[in-house]
């Protein structure tokens, strides 16, 4: 067995490492099912959010607010998760079985660890929704829901760690095969559970939110099983002695996925005083905004798998001492981010009446609207391209462990410029909801451009 795993554990043999055109495949081997995979996530989201929508408006407006609520606290354990990846991709690259296995391990320790505290906040919803100023029905709907959704974030965060670690050995493809199998069942268990169909309870929102619990729970109960006893993830011993935990490598991947967290946080809080802005200018700019950032939303999986993608080729070129190949991974990976989300940003550009289009219909109330979305999805072309280009040079330097600039970046890129700039746009130029858009364009380009030459800096150290 010690062979197979040290064959698994090296680079390919053959395998022309130093060849562009060869990280470029690579790259996009790893970054396609990682963007399916995501794009899985969007579809469940989606399919409850249109199920919920049979029990009304008032359901559909508590289910916003609870996944706030939700997605604030499973943010940070996001971020912490995330960390999983550069860990074992750099052990992959140093041939270090080991640490692969201890990497996964610690992922699975923290993600169990921190959902217990993280359940709090979801589960005492409706008291911070009235505190926000929420109105107490839409609140006691919305706590409805999470205390079905709760339940699962440690199983959540669990299959993100496992996911982590198949992408960090190559083989990513399980958890999206995974999460397309996920995604009618997700369906069908939560029209029954809603609606009591099949001799189960009608439990309305609070069974959405145990249907997408039971979902969480199964999904990570599939992947671990692949891990524990399909090869090549065998060959790891994934579940080996799990109960030892490597309190050295646990205080590491929290230094490393800790930054991560903030740094998603800031952004969510960003996207978030957003909406709040939009709502002090006017009603027609609160939906046109919604509509583009969900078009932001999907575009976004794209230069998302391939963030994620740098993230493992960088880490498999650190790992094995190669400066020139983290270099070449992080151009590859920038290259091909920026090819795909320009090609997808001139698609949205030409068809941008035709989305506003698809949301608001074609009456002539729905005209205004339609032309505001269609006006900051044009604005919002070169935030597409700058956000792409942030998310794929964060990817690129967790690979190499350096997380804490990429908060201090977050912190000025976001809260330092976009917002004060967005504000001033908006409201003492006159600009409105363009401003905002623009704001963020603005901030996210600067944020993009400190990560690019933070990772200029880091691979020149290296080649030193």
Do not use: C
């Amino acid at each position: 067995m010690l062979d197979t795993v040290e064959h698994h554990a090296q680079p390919q043999a053959g395998v022309p490492q130093n060849h562009l055109a060869q990280e470029f495949v690579e790259t996009l081997r790893l970054a396609v099912p990682l963007m399916l995979t995501q794009l899985g996530q969007i579809a469940m989201i989606t399919t409850d959010l249109a199920l919920i929508g049979r029990l009304g408006e008032g359901a559909v407006a508590a289910a916003a607010l609870a996944h706030t609520v939700y997605f604030v606290s499973f943010t940070f354990g996001l971020g912490l998760m995330s960390a999983v990846s550069p860990l074992a991709a750099q052990a992959f690259g140093a041939g270090d079985v080991r640490r692969i296995r201890h990497s996964l391990r610690v992922g699975l320790w923290v993600a169990l660890l921190i959902s217990l505290p993280m359940m709090a906040s979801p589960l005492y919803g409706e008291q911070i929704l009235i505190a926000l100023g929420q109105l107490p029905q839409s609140a006691a709907l919305a706590q409805r829901y999470l205390n079905g959704l709760a339940w699962g974030i440690a199983p959540a965060l669990g299959f993100i760690a496992l996911r982590s670690m198949m992408s960090a050995v190559n083989r990513p493809q399980a958890p999206l095969w995974i999460t397309v199998a996920a995604i009618p069942v997700n369906a069908a268990l939560v029209y029954a559970l809603i609606h009591g169909l099949f001799g189960l309870p009608e439990l309305g929102l609070f069974g959405a939110g145990l249907a997408t619990t039971i979902v969480n729970l199964g999904t990570f109960l599939a992947t671990l099983a692949i891990a524990a006893w399909r090869k090549p993830f065998v060959d790891y011993r994934p579940l080996a002695h799990l109960w030892r935990i490597d309190w050295p490598l646990m205080r590491q991947l929290i230094a490393v996925g800790a930054p991560i967290s903030f740094s998603l946080l800031l952004e969510y809080g960003l996207f978030s005083s957003a909406a709040l802005l939009m709502g002090l200018i006017s009603t027609t700019a609160i939906a046109a905004h919604q509509i583009a950032l969900q078009v932001t939303a999907v575009l976004f999986m794209v230069p998302l798998g391939i963030g994620m993608a740098a993230t493992v080729r960088v880490g498999h070129a650190f790992g094995r001492g190669d400066p020139a190949a983290v270099k070449r991974a992080g151009l590859a990976a920038a290259v091909l981010g920026i090819t795909l989300v320009s090609a997808l940003t001139l698609a949205i550009i030409l068809g941008r009446y035709e989305l506003g289009r698809l949301f608001f219909g074609k009456g002539e109330a729905s005209a205004p609207t339609v032309a505001l979305t269609a006006m900051l999805l044009l604005v919002g072309a070169t935030f597409f391209i700058a956000d792409g280009l942030q998310t794929i040079m964060g990817g690129a330097l967790r690979g190499l462990n350096d997380t804490r600039m990429t908060l201090l970046f977050a912190a000025i890129g976001y809260w330092g410029i976009s917002f004060p700039v967005a504000w001033i746009l908006a409201f003492h130029t006159g600009l409105g909801a363009v401003g905002i858009w623009v704001g963020f364009s603005v901030g996210t380009f600067v944020y993009a451009g400190l990560l690019i030459l933070r990772f200029r800096m880091l691979t020149r150290k290296l080649a030193a």
